[in-house]
């Protein structure tokens, strides 16, 4: 399973847009993401990877640009 | 003893710059000195809860309160560590608020009064730093309860009384270490710089806002011989709102400035709100720290729980119904009048109505200059000083109480 291409998918179905060719956009700032966006795609990578991320495990920080959110699904498949 | 209350008078900087001096040399050579820290704090702590009888009962409050919150979280955080039943989640949560919300009903004069006295200068924001805990013990994220590092936290002095509201495991993170000597002289710089702002902000256009043009347009108003609407109430509704920016800004930024030089990088509380492009935009700049504590905590909780189990069809319902709750819930914390719960849901709805505008934006590829950015400006620095009108609960007095 292709996780990058999967992240890419859902991102896409939540904020309508490609975002392959921008991996390192913060996505928050250009406001592609907001605390709504959020939570759907905590709950689709829940349903897609198996992975838990609670709320409160949610940083900013650490999941503002599409490279940054592959790494952290990366890391939770483990 | 004499009484001092937090950057109340230009005696209580020099009193508390001169406590930190061993503090910051020891933080300037690499190393925290952790029980002076711990006893500073509490000789401040102490000064501000002593002198009158009213005083020193707020601080015995503290103290009960403080002990009832440190038995919840430490019991809840080892139950934890072995079970997760919701029950007692939401249980432990509604014991841990209880204080807050007997004093918030207290408040109201209408049931209880007396229960106001388990109040004390700050209890809002020992709350919040307490129910975060408590909620991110509940996702595993914090697993151990260490009663020092609670009380730490959670009286963390420079920020007792009125925040800004960190968070626990940042704030476990600062203490834990210690900054390097250029981090550390970066946020020696910012704290005074932050020092002298907030003289500016409090000290001065607080000052004028709050105490010289507040009261005067005030009394105009109140002498209008119209009791629906007076002309007065417009620049008694600007004066507050500048007054209550350059005071709870002026304050923050003193909060922070002390946290600074105690080497913890307390989180700002303010971004240039008044530049704010639209309500949604104004809520990630104003009173930061509450916002973001209720957008973590609350909003993004409940849009969790409502997506999951599947509330709502439409995603638009369930963010709608979660801004005016969210909005509802913070009118309610300030407390149980009309006006406050009237901010709430003017917040909400103004959130509600934001978004189905920005929605209608994209949708629409509504032109975007600069013209029509100044324009979003201008009507959000109004909308939202409608809302401090409100909220500053002077209505009351204009309509019901003359």
New interface residues.
Partial sequence: MDVQAEVLQLLNNITGEDLSNQMDEDLFDTGLL???A???L??DLENKFNIQA?????NRDEWNTPNKIVAKVKSLIG | MPNLQPYADPMYFVYLLIALVPLAVGLYFGKRINWYEVLVSLVFIFLMFDGDASHIHQGYALIVYIIWEALLVGWYTKYRQSKNSTPVFYIVTILSILPIVAVRIAGTGLFKPELSLIGFLGISYLTFRTVGMI??TR???IKEFKPMYYLRFVLFMPTLSSGPIDRYRRFIKDIEGVPDRATYLEYLSKAVKYLFLGFLYKFVLAHYFGDVWLPYCKSMALADPNHFWSWWLIPVMYTYGFDLFFDFAGYSLFAVAIGYIMGIDVPMNFNQPFRSKNL?DFWNRWHMTLSFWF???V???L??TM??NKWFKS?IT??NV?YVLNMLLMGFWHGLTWYYITYGLFHGFGLVINDAWLRYKKKHNVPHNKFTEGFAIFLTFNVVMVSFLIFCGFLDTFWFHR
């Fill in positions: 907001d605390s709504m959020t939570v759907e905590l709950l609670p709320v409160s495990e949610f | 909620i991110e996702d595993g994220s949604k957008r973590d905590y909003f993004m909780r849009v969790f997506m999951k995603r369930t963010s979660a």
